[in-house]
């Protein structure tokens, strides 16, 4: 991914395989216009992860939602941007042609497969209906399928399993069985919003662990939105955190980690609890995200910033190329880099 320009190891014909620019998203409510999405642009390239952090109502899921084109509208609208997927603008497809990409080529995971997946119909019918409906296969080469595919998200005992019904399975199966329908049509990009988040720990690394292996042998883009940056870390190759609508930092993610170049990611990675220092007293990012109705002028994140001066309460900090494949929005973004305290 890269703030602007190309990313690495992007298709032949030039373009990354997701490529949004200028991203603008608003929710026109009674209580005003709520300012969700405000030019968040990003690329993912085939077989990349993109890790998409901040905290909650920062705007990850709008921004997921307008590229699969489920934006709840209204009250939310897209007013800016492009969205390119293989070079073309999904904001400027029909209805129809849009609803087939989300079919085939653009899957999701969404946090709660147990509403997710339809409870009145076995987790092979709905399996294999995805067969059925996009490969034309007969209703018992569609139900070998959904068992291979069971088998290949290591639910056990699968094939003895394809008549069960969702709420039959545990979380942590179900939400296999939610990385399964996402991988049957094997698409080129997943986005995977908050996968593991209604998990215990231990069965959230796991789940984490599969996907990112089938990611890997399947080679597709997945944009994995969290607000867990101890989950990303061994899974993801870049980040992007996200402040009130925005992208505040992108980064490889060793690099974000060793040295971040925001002083709100800073303060997320602090907030970590961290074996190596236990007992120590954790971080917390002071005060509460704005409101996206009315967002402080200058740096949104000046109310809350330790460092803040007086140029960050008026001018609003642009992207600064802080390396190659890494940007900031802070003015003071070298202080930041250099002043890594005890960071390892
Ligand atoms: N259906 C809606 N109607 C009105 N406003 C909405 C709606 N959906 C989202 N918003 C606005 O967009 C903001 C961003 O929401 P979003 O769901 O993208 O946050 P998020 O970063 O995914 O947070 P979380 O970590 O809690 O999932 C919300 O704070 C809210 O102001
Ligand atoms: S621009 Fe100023 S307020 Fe914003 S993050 Fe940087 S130092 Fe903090
Ligand atoms: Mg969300």
């Known amino acids: 991914m890269t703030v602007e320009g190309r990313a690495p190891g992007t298709e032949a014909d030039g373009g990354a395989l997701l490529d949004v620019r200028g991203l603008q998203v608003e929710f026109r409510t009674r209580d005003g216009i709520a300012h969700a999405v405000n030019g968040v642009s990003y690329t993912v390239a085939a077989g990349e992860t993109l890790a998409v952090l901040g905290e909650s109502g920062s705007g990850k899921s709008v921004t997921a939602q307008a590229v699969l084109g489920i934006l709840d509208t209204p ?16 904001l400027r497809m029909g209805a129809e042609e849009r609803r087939r990409i989300r079919g085939t080529k653009l899957a999701m995971i969404f946090q709660d497969a147990l509403s997710a997946l339809n409870p009145v119909l076995s987790v092979g019918a709905q399996l294999g209906e995805m067969f059925e409906v996009h490969r034309g296969a007969s209703r018992k080469e569609a139900r070998d399928r959904a068992a291979e595919l069971m088998d290949r998200v290591r639910i056990p005992a699968a ?11 545990s979380g942590g199966m179900r939400q296999r069985i939610m990385i399964a329908m996402a991988l049957a049509l094997e698409p080129d990009l997943i986005i995977a919003d908050e996968p593991t988040t209604a998990l215990d720990v231990t069965v959230q690394a796991q789940v984490m662990d599969l996907l990112a292996e089938l990611r890997r042998e399947y080679a597709m883009g997945l944009v994995l939105i969290t607000h867990d940056l101890g989950v990303v870390a061994d899974v ?4 992007a955190v996200m402040y009130a609508g925005r ?4 980064a490889p993610v060793h690099g974000l980690y060793r040295a971040p170049a ?4 800073r303060g997320l990675l602090d907030s970590i609890p961290r074996l190596d220092q236990k007992g120590r007293e954790l971080y917390a990012i002071k005060g509460l995200p704005p409101s ?14 330790p460092k803040a001066q007086d140029i960050c309460r008026t001018d609003r900090p642009p992207l600064y190329d ?7 929005a802070c ?12 960071r390892p």
């Open 236 to 239: 993801a190759d870049r980040i």
């Open 159 to 169: 094939r003895s399993r394809v008549g069960d019904y969702p709420h039959q399975f």
């Open 247 to 250: 992208i505040v930092e992108t």
């Open 322 to 328: 802080v390396a190659p494949g890494r940007a900031s």
């Open 292 to 305: 996206l109705t009315a967002i402080p002028p200058g740096c949104p994140f000046h109310p809350r910033c």
């Open 75 to 90: 009250p939310g609208h897209v007013t800016g941007g492009e969205i390119l997927f293989h070079g073309r603008d999904l």
């Open 262 to 265: 925001h002083p709100y990611t």
């Open 331 to 342: 003015h003071f973004w070298e202080e930041t880099v250099s002043e890594q305290g005890e």
